[in-house]
């Protein structure tokens, strides 16, 4: 006996409509708005040639210079001036470059970091971000976020990837080893370098509507204002030097990584009080942040003059 | 034509655009900003003088530094400003000659920048050694004020959305590098010729190549923006 | 007959690799012209050029016979109210308009005054002495187009000039820009707002992904667009008898019957309105309402930016 052979399908025809329909999907959840916020500051910063990619073609360059120094001069024995002590050039190569991370990164902070919220503030783009689901929290986490990430391309990135030079030239197992704290060590300051130039120049940007104004009041207090406390804490064996962010850098990245030689400015700073200024520094910024950003949604401002 | 339809001189057009422009900066911020920053080097020179020290040539030196950044801040911002805004179409369908927009700007900030940096070299000088400083160094700041405008200007017209911020950069990490070269090519520098003829830099060039070199370095970028402007597109 | 106040021979304007105009050849008289276009179609592009703000890709524009962008004297003639709202707004609406009077040519003395009508004539005067950054986009509507006006220029480029004002203010405005083209003066003014040119004036440029879709009255170019029959809706008490009478003829495309009329599709609407006279004075049909729905602005707009823009017999 056969099996019954099933009727065949006749003709199906459907209508869409094709009008709008509201979206009845799954929505994320409100807390991870920042993450659009952050992609979309990523996003945008990385399409500017000259804002961002020529800082991060400094940084490669930078990384190229020191690895190649590092890799050809090896063994090279330097000694500073006294005669006293003493460094190979692959020990050296990778502290006095954190000098040149950070100036691509200060550039990377006033092209971008310092009118981020001035140039949101003026533009009106406040007012799309506060239309929809985005907390202040979120736009502050989603800004920081995307200036952390960018931030990191230039001042982790490169100090990472010649402390895996530095531990590739190792000769011996015993050498790999001995070297091995590089890493974290790299990290450490590359991550210190990233919150500075992440979150003092985005308080800038917070404080005054104008990215003009804002970007000038950075580099005045970066350059100059550095500059002079720097000064001024060599002179008076203060503590006042500490508050020159490239210097506690440049002191902190030659002490994390024992550098003896050519200090420079960075040598009259006591390295911990350094590294407290950076913190101080980063922590003062996020509050500037948070309260300026508050106090602008709560006001009501951001709509394009 | 009738006295009510003629077209505005260039020295009118200029004094008219100077008159706005500083009627703007009186109402903005442009103006309490650059005094801050003017401000700075006081407070160090105060600071300096507290703990007992005395400065040296450090002080001159801040204050070249601010003028890397109140020039651009000043000039820089301000033809960035109109060509973002876009109020560069009022200006430019005006039966106006556009160097004349330009020109008006200038002669109200770039003196500006200078009195703002002589005026922070006087009070800084007065209170870090209780004399007032030399008339060399004021002529040299206010020469270096006024030059680095006109770089200001001229970058600014190559790239009008960002000529304050490429302004500054072009000083940080060309002109100030290129002072301090042993070679000829140091001569290009506006920070080195300022110190040239403030009489503080250690490479003596003498005070009147000083003065030549800043002419010169002025007009080119003088005539850089004045050939960009009048090509502009709004 | 006049020499036209702009000629525009071939002309087009790339940036970069977008397209703004292209190939457009026009020459425009006195009176309103209303410059119509979607989004991007090259309408401000077109009025910046004529302003004296951009130099055409190829081709030539002139104004007055002179290049507004090269000849300086040409643009005392211009009055060019951009579309943006962006202006210093530091300055109250008097030294705003003042300056740009200077700036346009009216000597300082007199610029004060010659500010103070033109804010006079857009209905400003109570708030000419505030500062513009306090002021509403009506407002600051109102203050751009004052500054147009000011030095009394021959030929007017209006750029959305309407947007953002009220309904009230905008039956005042219009009127005054209609008050200014009695007066003498060339008006191009540009809008999405259909209606809002329907009220200016029926001369129109129709603008389409850069080129020049049509130029002239608009009803003229209606009668023009075949593929889109007139409709004539007849609202009458036998909607069937005028229906009969109209079926056989050879310029009605459709008839569709209505709740409470009859709706015709003809090719000849001048014959089919005789038609329809003519029934209804031999069959006595009681006609309440008669019109045209797609006789206006925006029908035509819509056939011809509708259909792609492709060529009309």
């Known amino acids: 006996m056969s099996a019954p052979v099933a009727p065949p399908e006749g003709p199906v025809g459907t209508i869409h409509d094709l009008g709008y329909k509201r979206y009845a999907g ?65 020990d050296a190569a990778l502290p006095k470059s954190i000098e040149w991370y950070t100036r691509a990164g200060f550039l990377v902070s006033l092209t971008i970091g310092a009118r981020i919220v001035s140039g949101d503030l003026r533009s009106g783009a406040f007012t799309f971000y506060f239309a929809r689901s985005v907390r202040p929290r979120d736009y502050v986490l989603g800004k920081l976020g995307g200036m952390v990430v960018l931030m990191a ?23 790999l080893l001995a070297t091995l704290h590089l890493v974290p060590k790299a990290i450490a300051i590359g991550l210190l370098g990233t919150l500075v130039f992440s979150t003092v120049p985005l308080a800038f940007s917070s404080l005054i509507a104008n990215a003009r104004y804002s970007m000038a009041l950075w580099a005045a207090y970066y350059l100059v204002f550095g500059w002079m406390v720097s000064l001024l804490g060599r002179v008076s064996k203060s503590w006042i030097g500490v508050l020159d962010l490239a210097t506690s850098l440049d002191a902190i990245a030659l002490d994390l990584f024992d550098l003896r030689l050519f200090r420079g400015r960075a040598g009259h700073l006591d390295p911990t009080l350094a590294l407290i200024s950076v913190l101080v520094h980063v922590g003062v910024a996020l509050a500037i942040v948070s309260f300026q950003v508050r106090r602008a949604h709560g006001s009501g401002v951001g709509g394009a003059s | ?100 927009i330009l020109a008006g700007k200038l002669v109200t900030l770039a003196p500006l920048a200078a009195v703002l940096v002589i005026a922070s070299w006087i009070a800084a000088s007065r209170i870090a050694w209780d004399s007032w400083p030399t008339v060399q160094t004021c002529v040299a700041l206010g020469a270096g004020a006024i030059t680095i405008s006109l770089v200001s200007a001229g970058i600014a017209t190559l790239a009008p959305r960002h000529g304050m911020a490429l302004t500054i950069v072009y000083m940080l990490f060309f002109d100030f590098p290129l002072g301090i070269l042993p070679a000829t090519l140091r001569e290009l520098s506006v920070a080195h010729q300022v110190r040239s003829l403030a009489g503080t830099s250690p490479i003596e060039t003498g005070a009147a190549a000083a003065a030549i070199a800043l002419a010169i370095i002025a007009g080119v970028w003088t005539l850089i923006a004045a050939v960009r402007v009048r090509r502009l597109e709004a | 007959m006049s020499a036209p106040v702009v000629v525009i021979d071939h002309c087009s304007k790339w940036y970069g690799h977008v397209l703004g105009i292209s190939d457009v050849s026009w020459k425009l008289g006195a009176g309103i012209v209303g410059l119509l276009g979607p989004n991007g179609a090259g309408k ?225 609407p001048d014959r089919c309105y005789d038609q329809i006279a003519a029934t209804v004075i031999d069959s006595g049909v009681h006609v309440s309402a008669l019109s045209s729905p797609d006789n206006n602005l925006g029908a035509v707009f819509e056939y011809l930016t509708g259909d792609g823009g492709r060529e009309r017999e």
């Open chain 1, 26 to 90: 799954s929505r994320l959840a409100a807390s991870t708005r920042w993450r659009v916020v952050m992609r979309n500051q990523i996003t945008t910063s990385w399409k500017t040639w000259w804002r961002f990619k020529s800082s991060l073609a400094l940084a490669v360059i930078t990384t190229f210079i020191a690895g190649g120094v590092m890799f050809i001069l090896n063994d090279k024995v330097v000694r500073d001036f006294a005669g006293a002590a003493a460094s190979t050039m692959a």
């Open chain 1, 153 to 175: 391309l230039i001042s982790l990135a490169g100090p990472l990837v010649l402390a895996f030079a530095r531990l590739g030239l190792s000769q011996d197992t015993g050498q």
């Open chain 2, 1 to 100: 034509m009738s006295d009510e339809r003629r077209i505005p001189s260039g020295l009118g057009t200029t004094a008219t655009i100077a008159g706005l422009t500083w009627m703007r900066l009186v109402r903005g911020r442009a103006l309490w900003v650059g005094t801050l920053i003017a401000v700075l080097p006081v407070l160090f020179a105060g600071a300096m003088r507290s703990v007992g020290e005395h400065t040296g040539g450090e002080l001159f030196g801040i204050e070249v530094l601010i003028l890397a950044v109140l020039a651009p801040m000043l000039v820089g911002a301000s033809i960035g400003e109109e060509i973002e805004d876009r109020t560069t179409t009022y200006l430019w369908s005006r039966p106006v000659p556009r160097w004349a």
């Open chain 3, 44 to 268: 401000s592009t077109l009025m910046k050029l004529m302003a004296g703000l951009l130099t055409p890709s190829r081709g030539s524009l002139t104004v007055f016979g002179a290049d507004p962008f090269d000849d300086v004297a040409v643009r005392r003639r211009i009055g060019y109210a951009p579309e943006h709202e962006k202006t210093w707004d530091e300055l109250t609406a008097l030294e705003l308009v003042t300056v740009m009077a200077k700036l346009a040519g009216v000597p300082g003395d007199r610029a004060g005054k010659a500010a103070e009508t033109a804010i006079d004539a857009m209905g400003m005067t109570e708030a000419m002495h505030r500062r513009v950054r306090g002021f509403s986009k009506g407002m600051r509507q109102r203050t751009k187009l004052a500054t147009a006006i000011a030095h009394d220029p021959d030929f007017l480029l209006l750029d959305e000039p309407l947007t953002g004002v009220d309904p009230i203010a905008r039956i005042d405005i219009i009127a005054r820009i209609r008050a200014l083209a009695d007066a003498g003066k060339t008006i191009v003014v540009s809008s999405h707002v259909l209606y809002e040119i329907e009220a200016l004036t029926s001369e129109i440029v129709v603008i389409y992904r850069g080129q020049v879709l049509a130029e002239g009255n608009v009803y003229e170019i209606r009668k023009l667009i075949d593929q889109h029959p007139h409709r004539i809706r007849i609202e009458c008490d036998q909607p069937r008898v005028v229906a009969a009478s109209l079926a056989m003829a050879d310029h009605v495309a459709r008839i569709v019957f209505e709740r409470q009329g009859v709706l015709i599709e003809t090719r000849d």
